[in-house]
Structure formats: structure tokens, C-alpha cells
């Protein structure tokens, strides 16, 4: 079974420029979370999709950040424009449903403004 | 509030057990989770406990939860190389569907 792909795997911007991200979650998952990994902390949810709905964007800088899963499967993150405190790893996770107990993450994606 | 603390460090030497604690906040938490971080890699499930549990045990990994202290330990037997590596605790909250609340984590190295 194929896990969670995320791309780039690296990327390096300036700041006040835009990036977007891409992951595509295990087949048949419909429950798709973005976090951020801030170099020394763990994980923080950005966004929750179930299908192509948000489920839970609370935590998402919505001046900067927007997410998207337009047909319930691949998912993308952007940030526009980007700040140097959005330096960071960026890990997609899915998970069956989202009453399933298990998430299986990505590799992620490490952003780097500069 | 929604915080999960770890201890950042913890060192051992092979062969020897290693046991990493965490402290949560959010007593309605429905699953508690312990996650494996590898330099360069996301994030591996390696076991969980649901909180009416006191004890769960999978091979060389035992989880201890003491719901009354909110206090959750990962203890590894026979501690080898190949579990170097940042192990993170996580609380799954109540109503909030599989969304996670992580620590920060605990480096573990292990040592010769």
C-alpha cells in the first residue's frame, strides 16, 4: 500500500513570495490534516478535510495560508505571502475517517523564507 | 487549554530499558498517542491507548496511563541503536475528530 506523498520535499523562498504544497493521501482515506512542525516543537494542526469539506481550519493563518481538496482526494497548502516564522515542515497525515485511530503522516515538506 | 509537555532529552545505553513520560492537560481526551520521528522522516504510529485503559503492551513497547495524575509513559525494553529517534506524545481530543494535540518531544539517544 502505497503511504501519503507530499512534494516538493524541500523548497526555499524569500519572503513575501508565495508556495504552494501538494499531498496525496493513502487511497480510499477520506479524512485528510495538514500540520506544521516549527524546528523543535511538534506538529500543530492547520486543517482538517473530510472528503472536500473543512472539518476544522481554526488554527489556520487565513491571511496567508488557504488549503484546498477540490475533488476529496489531493490536497493543497499555499502561503501568500510567506513570512520567516513560516519556516517549517509542512506534514500532510490521512486517516480512513475521521473516527479512525490512526493517521499515517508523509514525509513532509521543509520550507525554508529567507 | 490543550497542552501536552515531554521531557526534551533522554539518553540511555543499549540494552537497557527506556522509559519517556509525558503530562497532558486535557482530561476528556478520548486516545493517547506515542508517535516516532526519524531525521528526515515523518511521523511513525507506534502504539496508542484508549483512556479507559491503564496498561497496553505490544512487544518491546509498554504504555502506562494514569488518567487521575494525567500522565502517560512509553517504556521501551531492551533498548537498541535503531531507537534513536524523537518520540512524541499526542492526545486525541474528544469531539475533535482524529485531529491530534502533540508534545514537543523527546530526543531519545541511544548509546553504546
Known amino acids: 500500500e502505497a503511504g501519503v506523498a507530499q512534494s516538493p520535499r524541500y523548497k526555499i523562498i524569500e519572503k513575501r513570495q508565495s508556495v504552494a504544497f501538494w499531498c496525496n493521501p493513502i487511497s480510499g482515506h477520506a479524512t485528510l490534516y495538514w500540520y506544521q512542525q516549527i524546528l523543535g516543537q511538534g506538529p500543530k494542526l492547520l486543517i482538517q478535510?473530510?472528503?472536500?469539506?473543512?472539518?476544522?481550519d481554526s488554527q489556520l493563518p487565513k491571511d496567508r495560508f488557504s488549503a484546498e481538496r477540490l475533488k476529496g482526494v489531493d490536497s493543497t497548502l499555499k502561503i501568500q505571502p510567506a513570512k520567516l516564522e513560516d519556516s517549517a515542515v509542512y506534514l500532510c497525515?490521512?486517516?480512513?475517517?475521521?473516527?479512525?485511530?490512526?493517521?499515517?503522516f508523509g514525509q513532509g515538506t521543509r520550507l525554508t523564507v529567507v | 487549554g490543550e497542552d501536552v509537555e515531554q521531557s526534551l532529552f533522554l539518553s540511555v545505553r543499549e540494552g537497557d530499558s527506556s522509559v519517556i513520560n509525558c503530562t497532558y492537560t486535557?482530561?476528556?481526551?478520548?486516545?493517547l498517542y506515542w508517535y516516532k520521528q526519524e531525521p528526515g522522516a515523518g511521523l511513525q504510529l507506534l502504539t496508542y491507548?484508549?483512556?479507559?485503559?491503564d496498561m497496553k503492551q505490544d512487544q518491546r513497547l509498554t504504555v502506562l496511563l494514569n488518567k487521575k495524575d494525567k500522565h502517560l509513559s512509553l517504556r521501551i525494553a531492551d533498548t537498541q541503536t535503531g531507537d534513536s529517534a524523537i518520540y512524541f506524545c499526542a492526545q486525541g481530543l474528544t469531539g475533535g475528530g482524529n485531529k491530534l494535540t502533540f508534545g514537543t518531544g523527546t530526543q531519545l539517544k541511544v548509546e553504546l
Open positions: 491507548i484508549f483512556s479507559n485503559m
Open positions: 486535557d482530561s476528556s481526551s478520548t486516545y
Open positions: 478535510f473530510q472528503n472536500n469539506g473543512v472539518v476544522d
Open positions: 497525515a490521512s486517516s480512513f475517517n475521521f473516527l479512525n485511530t490512526e493517521a499515517f
